[in-house]
């Protein structure tokens, strides 16, 4: 009897084996430590360290996703290092977006980065027509609401909405 015994628990040591160097050889998954924020979830890596500005020329405001794209809006700028795909969020007021036109001169502070075998470049301060708005935080986390005017014009006007101070 300890003869039947014997076969299964060698069948099952043979296949939980096979098994761990199966999980072993395989790659978990398919996505690069690039890809995401490292303890901060889903979204593209920001690395601060080798910011850069591009200055250039609207080429394209593309609103459209792209699959495997950072999501929201991008900017194809042409420069002196040709044309770029700049990611600035899917944040921006109505009044920035309006802005962003084909031929509009553009300064832009962020960092390129690697996905999907695509290069970007993340978007963490856009000035155009004389306007700078924050994108990203220095350390590359997306701000969530952008407009052009200052903070000081944002409580004036929300003052005077509540009819003036008392």
């Known amino acids: 009897m300890s003869r039947r015994l014997m076969k299964p628990t060698w069948l099952i040591a043979g296949l939980l084996t096979?098994?761990?160097f199966a999980i072993?050889?395989?790659p978990l998954g398919a996505a690069t430590a690039?890809?995401?924020l490292a303890g901060r979830g889903f979204g593209p890596a920001y690395d601060a360290a080798h910011e850069t500005t591009l200055s250039g020329t609207i080429q394209e405001v593309v609103t459209r996703h792209e699959l495997g794209s950072p999501a929201g809006m991008h900017l194809?700028?042409?420069g002196p290092q040709g044309t770029i795909d700049t990611h600035v969020g899917p944040f921006l007021s109505k009044e920035t977006r309006e802005s962003l036109r084909t031929g509009t001169p553009v300064r832009i502070v962020g960092a390129m980065m690697s996905r999907h075998g695509k290069v970007y470049f993340l978007a963490r301060q856009l000035t155009v027509d004389g306007h700078t708005v924050i994108i990203r935080s220095p350390?590359?986390?997306i701000?969530?609401?952008h407009g052009t005017r200052s903070a000081k014009t944002r409580r004036t006007a929300k003052v005077e909405t509540n009819g003036g101070t008392r």
């Open 76 to 78: 194809l700028v042409a």
């Open 18 to 20: 096979g098994l761990l």
């Open 34 to 36: 690039s890809d995401f």
């Open 24 to 26: 072993l050889a395989v």
């Open 143 to 145: 701000v969530p609401c």
């Open 139 to 141: 350390r590359g986390i």
